[in-house]
Nanobody
Framework: VQLQASGGGLVQPGGSLRLSCAAS????????IGWFRQAPGRERARISC????????TYSDSVKGRFTVSRDNDKNTVYLQMNSLKAEDTAVYYC????????????????????WGQGTQVTVSS
């Protein structure tokens, strides 16, 4: 049972991309969904989390004000709109499901995310 992130690609600095996170084998509507990214040579890090209703969203400082997460539970999809992209946003982006409906912080919470897919590559370069 996996989530599938898609929509990555090559974009110039300052550009935008929208990633999608979809599930085909279960309903996302009851779960918080996290977005993570892993840059070359670095550990995977959480950049956002959206609760099951979409009413509460967290962002890391590195993306706050530039990235926006939303969800459409009718379409069983979560989105990551990325604007004002920078070279340091280059990474493989993943989405994953939390076992709960709410978002929280900390390594112990992040360790519980599951249903990881293969991720989608985002490259920001001129």
């Amino acid at each position: 049972v996996q989530l599938q992130a898609s929509g990555g690609g090559l974009v110039q600095p300052g550009g935008s991309l929208r990633l999608s996170c979809a599930a085909s084998e279960f309903s996302l509507e009851y779960y918080a969904i996290g977005w993570f990214r892993q840059a070359p040579g670095r550990e995977r890090a959480r950049i956002s989390c959206i609760n099951s209703s979409g009413g509460s969203i967290t962002y890391s400082d590195s993306v706050k004000g530039r990235f926006t997460v939303s969800r459409d539970n009718d379409k069983n999809t979560v989105y990551l709109q990325m604007n004002s992209l920078k070279a340091e946003d280059t990474a493989v982006y993943y989405c994953a499901r939390a076992p709960w409906s709410t978002c929280s912080y900390g390594d112990s919470y992040n360790a519980e995310f599951n249903s990881w897919g293969q991720g989608t590559q985002v490259t920001v370069s001129s």
